[in-house]
């Protein structure tokens, strides 16, 4: 039996939890998360390793099941400038200086992570911010940098 079907026979079918198929379920990063979120309501252990290992699950399963950090999957999340963002806001609500790297490759979320998360300039971000004009005026009016850092938009 697949992991898909698995999950689909302990939810529509059994209602609960699926021991012999768990093994199977934990093996897959998407369905190991939906068995979390909807079969079991909590923690799937067993399932934790394989869904460390992709960002949008990770996330999404430090949100909804684990409620905290998550730190066995931050090296995925790192890997994503949208869950790099988002993982900073909604989860550590603080600078996240492993998803920079990630987040500084992505004009809108190098904003959005200074805006949101560090509450101020995010100076690594501004050379991509720059990239997209109506987030870097966002950023310039926002921050009060428009006369002190315009060269960079404009190339020097």
């Avoid at 689909?8 to 079918?13: L, M, N, Q, W």
């Avoid at 979120?37 to 923690?43: A, M, Q, R, T, W």
Wanted: glycine residues 6%.
């Amino acid at each position: 039996m697949k992991a898909q079907q698995a999950y689909y026979h302990a939810r529509d079918i059994i209602k609960g939890r699926f021991p012999e198929a768990e093994s199977t379920i934990a093996k897959d990063p998407k369905y190991a998360f939906l068995y979390a979120e909807n079969v079991l309501k909590g923690p799937f252990p067993e399932g934790e390793a394989s869904i460390a290992t992709d960002p949008m699950y990770a996330y999404w399963y430090a949100k909804n099941i684990i409620k905290g950090r998550f730190p066995e999957a931050e090296p995925s999340i790192t890997t994503n400038p949208y869950y790099a963002y988002w993982y900073a806001k909604n989860i550590i609500k603080v600078r996240f200086p492993e998803g920079e790297p990630s987040i500084v490759k992505d004009p809108v979320y190098a904003y959005y992570y200074a805006l949101y998360v560090l509450k101020g300039p995010f100076p690594e971000g501004e050379a991509i911010i720059a990239t997209e004009p109506k987030y870097w005026d966002l950023y310039c009016e926002h921050f009060g940098l428009k006369e002190e850092i315009n060269w960079i938009k404009e190339g020097f």
